[in-house]
């Protein structure tokens, strides 16, 4: 299985994910999240994909999240104001990015990581 690692190199999630497929030998390809920004479109095939809540593609740990005053506006956007939103700013959607086949994951629990990927 060959994936779409989209990361910061700067994150230190991103380099113990990085570090994660290297060590169990998973093929992929690497995308800096800042330079190439994910967009709408891609965003909404991977929750489509993904099966999981939209607020899970979201950083809320960032700065810009703060900024933004995010925690308060996001409860009452759309899925589709909030994918447009994420598609502005790479610092806005959570990371790493790990995109499959079959799979979609946001951040980095080993555990879940390893039930999806390792097949």
Known sequence: MSILFIEYPKCTTCKKAKKWLDDHGIAYEDRHIKEQNPTAEELA?????SGIPIKRFVNTSGMLYREMNLKDKLPTMTDEEILELLATDGMLV????????DVVLTGFKEAEWT???EK
């Open 115 to 117: 039930e999806k990927l």
């Open 94 to 101: 959570k990371r790493p990015l790990a995109i499959g086949d």
């Open 45 to 49: 095939v991977w929750y489509q994909k």
